[in-house]
């Protein structure tokens, strides 16, 4: 995907899997690509589709959790593009954990009981659910892995205050709950997931009176309840499986981690990333669309624009912005 320019560019960071665009140092063009990751790795093949199937379960989901805390999201002029406030982030992601599954019950499974400072019972299997949701935090790299790291660990480095921390997993934990209750209408189960939050970048102070919101102010940023945020089981057979010790249904990435794994693939050094060949890549593609279908309740329909029209799409939304 090409390198787009835009009016009053300040700044451009190129993720793991979205380009993001500084424009006039108050707003951000996040242009999620089909490019895929896993233990931090990009992975050498796209995804089909991949990238409109992020932006627009992400914008759907800002959409549906507004009311419970403000979100950076403003525009999204095209499918796989998003513009929003820019914002200061924490350095942390909220890694909110209804069931003991992937690097939880890894970690479960190799003897730990306490988790990012959080005990876990005793005598649980692979995804059990926790008595409540519980919040495992981690670092957010900006390469390499991610970190687990404890509350009292975020406070006392200065990665958020304690006023800062409550109010983050508050925030937290409520998205939580819709993202389930949103799920469960669609027969699945949101299993665990991750937010990041960010406070109202102090050189967007125009936006302040424009967009009701205060500078500093806590907001809720990237992507919310997407396959690449998020792991989701199918609800029917959901305690029958349990009980009898087969393996859940999900919709996520996770099968392409597990896929990985079976490959001697985790991202450590020395490890090479196994072929993916034109069939896998076309299944992940699939895998991607049948979770916005089951999620959004609607058909998904691919859009391809060029590289041109994106441009222009992105330059009039910045326009009525009054960037």
Sequence with gaps: MARFSFPHQTGFYRGKVRDVYTISGRWLVMVATDRISAFDVILPRSIPCKGQVLNQVAAYMLQATRDICPNWLVDVPAPHVSVGK??????????????????????????????????????????????????????????????????????????????????????????????????????????DTKYEFGKLNLSAAGLSGRQGQAVGEIVLMDEVHTPDSSRYFYAEGFEERQASGEKQQQLSKEFVREWLIAN????????????????????ISQRYIELYEKVIGEKFVPVQLSEEETQQRIIESLERLSV
């Excluded at 988790?115 to 935090?137: A, R």
């Excluded at 001697?264 to 299944?283: C, I, R, Y």
């Design 264 to 283: 001697d693939f985790m991202g450590k050094e020395g490890q090479t990333v196994p072929e993916m060949t034109d069939e896998w890549v076309q299944t």
């Design 86 to 191: 820019k914002c200061d982030p924490f350095k942390i992601e909220m890694v909110v954990r209804g069931n003991l599954t992937g690097h939880a019950w890894r970690s479960y499974a190799a003897g730990k009981r306490v988790l990012c400072g959080v005990p876990l019972p005793g005598g649980m299997k692979e995804n059990d659910y926790f008595p409540s949701p519980i919040i495992t935090p981690s670092t957010k790299a900006a390469e390499g892995h991610d970190e687990d790291i404890s509350p009292e660990e975020i406070i006392r480095e200065g990665l958020a205050t304690e006023t800062e921390w409550n109010k983050l997993s508050q925030y937290a934990l409520q998205l939580f709950e819709r993202g389930k209750q949103i799920a469960a209408r669609r027969g699945l189960i949101l299993v």
